[in-house]
């Protein structure tokens, strides 16, 4: 029984002894790396302005994805949303049978004349996205693509300013911002509507708190002003719910480390599954559920543009209309049905490859100006930033294991 204390005591003694001299001779080598840059001599130092080129480059990819994603995600896709299809009759009349003995009769003199009408389906403008940009240039010429930025930015400013306000008062969290977001978005339903105003028709001397509609004519505005808050919101919140419940929130490092060790097959595919059913969720919810909600949202408000005011593409308030009196009871909720029923397959369609496109030319833009930037710091010195990476990482470390003894 002694023999086997003992046994225990000097085994554990070697494995702590091991360890102290293994945590030593680690912390040597950190302090060692850490030195690597001070070391190197003038000649591998690096100068600030040496980054200058790559952080030119990463805020010129970044404005152009921003861009990319205001004028496709923005103003053409509010183009596309409102477009209806356009149809060109034409009329060719057939004159009467006559033999050569007669004079040939005057078609204005032959009421009765056959005519043959021929129907031409006309190609939506915003079916291609060059076809839109050219559109738009011609009408305000070339900024006109980034026509309704300003009040984008004021919408925005306003919608964060009073919504952290609301969340910071109440300390709510992540379910109570959700709410609150919409009770704010709900209050600037009239600047939202007055943005797509900007962005859908001809411009205007009068400003934009002149075009604005009276509220009792905005009634029609607050259901789908209050469900597209809500679906934007749905975005958000549901994928991180998915996320908690399925435990992808959580360090997967050593479930990942046990299947590879092990070599389970099943059990990594389904690890992979979870970690791809955040993404799924976010796309399944902004197909069936933000974007319905935008497309709906958008045609009421541009069925509510102050008389005298068109839309730079055609579209069909008749048709959506319809019958609906929005004066009546329950005619607010036939129109929000009718909003959607009215946009019919083919321009769904045209609007979710306009998404597509505008998705692949953002990730176009950010893999060449990643490649860039790899070329310009290879440029400035691959040696010299290497050694100067070690070194910070070293540094970096060493202070980690300083704050863990202190808090020990």
């Known amino acids: ?56 480059t990463g805020l010129v990819a970044l404005v152009m994805i921003w861009s990319v994603d205001y004028v496709l995600g923005q103003v053409v896709s509010s183009l596309t949303m409102i477009e209806s299809p356009s149809r060109t009759a034409v009329i060719d009349a057939k004159p009467p049978p006559y033999t050569s003995n007669e004079k040939e009769p005057l078609m204005a003199a032959e009421p009765d004349a056959d005519v043959e009408v021929t129907i031409i389906e006309q190609k939506p403008i915003t079916a291609k996205i060059t076809t839109t940009i050219h559109h738009l240039q011609r009408i305000g010429g070339f900024s006109a693509r980034w026509r309704g930025l300003g009040l984008a930015a ?7 300013i009073m919504t952290n306000l609301i969340t910071g008062l109440l300390g709510v969290g992540l379910i109570g911002e959700a709410f609150a977001s919409i009770f704010v978005s709900m209050g600037l339903a009239r600047l939202h509507m007055a943005w797509t105003h900007k962005m859908i028709a001809y411009p205007s001397t009068q400003s934009w708190v002149r075009r604005l ?32 419940a399925l435990g992808v929130a959580e360090p997967q490092h050593d479930k990942i480390k046990h299947a590879m060790h092990h070599e389970d097959c099943s059990k990594m595919v389904f690890l992979g599954l979870r970690f791809l059913a955040v993404p799924a969720t976010y796309v399944l919810v902004g197909l069936a559920v933000l974007l319905p909600a935008s497309v709906t949202l958008t045609r009421i408000e ?29 005619g607010c909720r036939a129109l929000f049905v009718q909003a959607w029923r009215s946009f019919d ?62 808090s020990n």
């Open 1 to 56: 029984m002694t023999g086997h204390i003992v046994g225990h005591l000097v085994r554990r003694g070697m494995q702590h002894a091991h360890q102290h001299f293994t945590k030593e001779q680690y912390v040597n080598k950190l302090e060692q790396d850490a030195k690597l840059y001070d070391d190197a001599g003038p000649e591998m130092e690096l100068k600030p302005q040496e980054f200058l080129p790559v952080v030119i």
């Open 154 to 160: 004021l919408y925005h400013f306003m919608h964060a």
């Open 213 to 244: 509609p009276a509220r009792r004519d905005c009634k029609a505005l607050l259901l789908p002003a209050v469900v597209y808050a809500a679906a934007q919101q749905a975005t958000i919140v549901l994928p991180v719910l998915v996320a908690f």
């Open 302 to 330: 541009a069925l509510l543009l102050p008389e005298g005011e068109e839309t730079i593409v055609n579209f069909d308030k008749a048709a959506m209309l319809g019958d609906i009196d929005l004066t009546a009871r329950g």
């Open 345 to 406: 397959r083919s321009s769904r369609l045209r609007l979710i490859k306009l998404y597509a496109k505008m998705i692949v030319a953002q990730i176009t833009i950010g893999l060449v100006a990643v490649h860039l930037m790899i070329a310009e710091l290879y440029v400035i010195g691959g040696e010299r930033l290497a050694i100067f990476m070690k070194s910070a990482s070293a540094q970096l470390k060493l202070m980690a294991i300083e704050a863990h003894e202190k």
